[in-house]
């Protein structure tokens, strides 16, 4: 049997014996102030005085012990008015956070705010959100949960991850140019993404990952992580695309391109608005142009005003012809009407055919979002003269307004989950891996659904919105820090070599915290599922 062999996560093999290891490394000086704390929660390994926090702020030394300063975040289907939010857990330090008060004289004698013959094991979930990390990859998570649903035993593994292979995919509701595909994306000068493709009425940006966090400046990377933090507990960001737009954007609400909010997404392109609409403008317009930077829509060429046997008008569009009633390119990108760079729809017409159009011929313009509409009519020279629009083809522009849902931002994290993740379920990863492809495990960020990627590996992606505030951190290596959960039966846990002798009972966790001491949460908060997000428990993982 070879080296390779031995370590290559096929099931069945003899483990070799395991040697005993320290809850915490032996400091690396040995020359630090007895009175200091190494950390060692990431890579970074602060040096902590008595009553300081160390360079993440999320680990400090309490009395000569290392605590995490936030409370891990528990979810409850419900959550009765008046009930103590933040419960310390019994025979733990105080945090030393301000912001997160707790008694620290009543210490052990505090009762957690819950009975145990009234609370159901079915509607507690403990939550990655502040609840430590595996880092050095060797210990198990710091929560290994047992639990019952519907009378089957459970297993919930939980851990704050450090990722560096991560990203945020950001889609932007929006018909406005924001930049040319692949530009960079900047925050504070420094270079943190880029353009990506432009989706059905949205453009998409993908910001952070690996690249931008070590591959390259240091300032670069520390701008990176800070963005990446902001932008992961729904907090506006600033950024500027290099030949484009500044943007602010903030997750679940409207963009902000170069100082004006965005109120609409589009309905469809212009050809899709040419097609859902004709109906409605036939007996009421003569011609309508539905202009957009993608497919600008001509009626009476468009098969819609074919199939409703339209009197063609005689309209000469510039751009280029895909299909009849449809063009491309009929102005360059940009912030004006449909998302071109045109302030007068009438630029995008070259001329009319003498022979096919006639005064009088009534001509509708409207972007995709109904925001720009103007009626002409054609005099007796073929021009078009602007004139009141009459109240029944508002009506219609309104509806295409109606039709368009309003523009948010949405802010989805990418990431994968390596090593210190899957070691501290098992110790051997791959078994984790295969599980939750044959979709045994389902994984949870913050308790938020989280969609495995296809292929090799576990690259989950969720929707921030739906995750506790505030559910990311930093370590100044740099690397982004996040809630990460695996649930599954108790016996699919034990066959895949999970950490079964670190498994404790949902009263145990409520009563006590995470199974170790160092770098533990002190108290736990409560908060309620939110009420889009499926129970995690006992649910399929999101594969793909």
Known sequence: MTEHTKTDGLPGMDAPDLPQVLERARPRNERMNAAKVECNACPVLCQISEGRAGACDRYANHAGVLVRVDPVVLLRKTLEDGEAALVPFAGRAAPVDADTPVDVAAGAAVQPAWSGDLLLTEEVFVTGVGSSTTYPDYKPAPFIVGSKVDGVDMVTVVTEGIFSYCSFKVKIDTDRFLGPEQANVRCKGEVVGHVTTAEYGSQMLSLGGVHHLTGGSKKEGRIANEMMQLLGNKQAVELTIDGGSQLVIQAGQAPIVNGVAERRMRVGCGSAAIGIFARQFFGQADEVVVVDDHITGVLTEHQAGRCLDMKPSGIQMRGRKSTPGRYFQVANPGTGWGGTDIADPLSIIEGWDASVAWPGLRLLMTSTTGEHASWYVLDESLVPVEAEMPEAVRRIVDRIGENCEPSLTSVLFLGGAGGSLRAGVTENPVLLTRSI????????????????????????????????????????????????????????????????????????????????????????????????????????????
């Not at 979709?439 to 292929?455: M, S």
């Open 437 to 544: 492809k044959n979709a045994l495990v389902n994984v949870t960020c913050g308790g938020a659904p989280a969609y495995v990627w296809p292929g090799g590996g576990i690259t989950v992606m969720a929707d921030v919105l739906r995750m506790p505030d505030n559910s990311f951190g930093t370590v100044p290596t740099p690397a982004i820090v996040a809630p990460i959960e695996f649930s599954m039966r108790r016996s699919d846990f034990e066959a895949l070599g999970g950490h079964g002798e670190q498994i404790r009972s949902l009263r145990e966790v409520l009563e006590h915290g995470a199974w170790h001491n160092d770098g533990a949460p002190q108290a736990l908060s409560w908060q309620a599922l939110p009420a889009g997000n499926p129970w995690p428990l006992g649910r399929p993982p999101l594969l793909g």
